[in-house]
Nanobody, 124 residues
Framework: QVQLVESGGGLVQAGGSLRLSCGVS????????IAWFRQAPGKEREFVVG????????DYGDSVKGRFTISRDNAKNTVYLQMNSLKPEDTAVYYC?????????????????WGQGTQVTVSS
């Protein structure tokens, strides 16, 4: 079993930055692909970014390219999401998710484990 806990959400003005963290416990963290998704009220869960277990592969959603950066520290069992130049449309609950494997999937149904989510609110 794998447990994921997100932290770092909050309220920020447009143009500001936040860094989210996803702490992972349980099985061998380094063998899991980790991704961030987000879900705004009334909308479907959206892929934000994913990172392979080695950190060598990343895949970003079009809406966050150039603004968000994902990284992982396997020694600390933690994945980070640095969010810069935030926009009001980035407002959502952000979830981290994990699946054992190599590929960075963009579909939420591909992921086995999910955190409880952290709220990010960007004011205009």
């Amino acid at each position: 079993q794998v447990q994921l806990v997100e932290s770092g959400g909050g309220l920020v003005q447009a143009g500001g930055s936040l860094r989210l963290s996803c702490g992972v416990s349980g099985r061998t963290f380094s063998r899991y692909v980790i991704a961030w998704f987000r879900q705004a009220p009334g909308k479907e869960r959206e892929f934000v970014v994913g990172i392979s277990w080695s950190g060598g592969r990343t895949d970003y959603g079009d809406s966050v390219k150039g603004r968000f950066t994902i990284s992982r520290d396997n020694a600390k069992n933690t994945v980070y999401l640095q969010m810069n130049s935030l926009k009001p449309e980035d407002t959502a609950v952000y979830y981290c998710a994990a699946v054992r494997g190599i590929s960075v999937y963009t579909g939420p149904h591909e992921y086995e484990y999910w955190g409880q989510g952290t709220q990010v609110t960007v004011s205009s």
